[in-house]
C-alpha cells in the first residue's frame, strides 16, 4: 500500500475506528508498542544505560564464564534508537561505548578474528559520520582520540583507518 492510498483510507476513517486500529498494533506489534511508549514517556537515559549493560555483558557476563562477543547487539541497539529518534548525542554516546568495551576486551584476549576489527572499523566509521552530521565532534573527542590511540597501541591492522576516519571527512 502507498503513502498516498493509506492517507486516503485513514481519512476516510472515524475517529473511534482509527483509535482502534491504533490500539489494535500497538497490543500486536511490538516495534508500535516501544515507538508509543518512547514518544509518551522517553526515558532515554534509562535506555541508554540498558543498551551499554548489555554490550557490556557480551564481553564481561555476569551470569556466563565465556563472552559472547556478539557487535550485532550493539548494532541492534544502534537501529533501534535511530528509529526511534533518539537525541543525537546520547546515541553517539553508545556508539563510542560499543567500541570502547570491545577494545578493553581486546586487551586481554589472546586471539582475535579479522572479522572484528573489520566490524569495529565500520562502527567507528559510522560513528564519525554521525558526530560529524550533528557536529558533535568537539564534545567527543577525548573519546575518539582514546579509540584512535587504543587501536594504535593494540596494533589493530585497520588502525590507520581509525585515524583517518578520525581526522579527515572520509565517507
Given at each position: 500500500?502507498?503513502?498516498?492510498?493509506?492517507?486516503?483510507?485513514?481519512?476516510?476513517?472515524?475517529?473511534?475506528?482509527l483509535?482502534?486500529?491504533?490500539l489494535?498494533?500497538?497490543?500486536r506489534?511490538?516495534?508500535?508498542?516501544?515507538?508509543y511508549?518512547?514518544v509518551?514517556?522517553?526515558?532515554?537515559?534509562?535506555?541508554?544505560?540498558?543498551?551499554?549493560?548489555?554490550?557490556?555483558?557480551?564481553?564481561?557476563?555476569?551470569?556466563?564464564?565465556?563472552?559472547?562477543?556478539?557487535?550485532?547487539?550493539?548494532?541492534?541497539y544502534?537501529?533501534?534508537f535511530?528509529?526511534?529518534?533518539?537525541?543525537?548525542?546520547?546515541?553517539?554516546?553508545?556508539m563510542?561505548?560499543?567500541?570502547?568495551?570491545?577494545?578493553?576486551?581486546?586487551q586481554?584476549?589472546?586471539?582475535?578474528?579479522?572479522?572484528?576489527?573489520?566490524?569495529?572499523?565500520?562502527?567507528?566509521?559510522?560513528?564519525?559520520?554521525?558526530?560529524r552530521?550533528?557536529s558533535?565532534t568537539?564534545?567527543?573527542?577525548a573519546?575518539?582520540?582514546?579509540?584512535?590511540?587504543?587501536?594504535?597501541?593494540?596494533?589493530?591492522?585497520?588502525?590507520?583507518?581509525?585515524d583517518?576516519?578520525?581526522?579527515?571527512?572520509?565517507?
Amino acid at each position: 500500500m502507498s503513502k498516498r492510498a493509506l492517507k486516503k483510507y485513514l481519512s476516510d476513517l472515524d475517529k473511534a475506528a482509527l483509535e482502534t486500529q491504533i490500539l489494535d498494533l500497538y497490543e500486536r506489534i511490538p516495534q508500535v508498542k516501544t515507538f508509543y511508549d518512547f514518544v509518551f514517556n522517553p526515558k532515554e537515559d534509562k535506555m541508554v544505560e540498558e543498551a551499554k549493560m548489555k554490550i557490556s555483558n557480551e564481553y564481561f557476563p555476569l551470569k556466563r564464564k565465556r563472552p559472547r562477543k556478539r557487535r550485532s547487539i550493539a548494532h541492534k541497539y544502534i537501529k533501534q534508537f535511530k528509529t526511534l529518534g533518539m537525541d543525537p548525542s546520547l546515541l553517539a554516546d553508545v556508539m563510542l561505548y560499543n567500541i570502547e568495551i570491545a577494545q578493553t576486551y581486546h586487551q586481554n584476549a589472546n586471539t582475535t578474528p579479522e572479522a572484528f576489527y573489520k566490524s569495529l572499523g565500520n562502527s567507528f566509521k559510522e560513528a564519525m559520520q554521525w558526530l560529524r552530521y550533528h557536529s558533535l565532534t568537539t564534545v567527543f573527542s577525548a573519546r575518539i582520540e582514546r579509540i584512535v590511540h587504543l587501536s594504535e597501541q593494540q596494533q589493530w591492522p585497520n588502525a590507520d583507518q581509525f585515524d583517518m576516519w578520525a581526522n579527515d571527512d572520509v565517507d
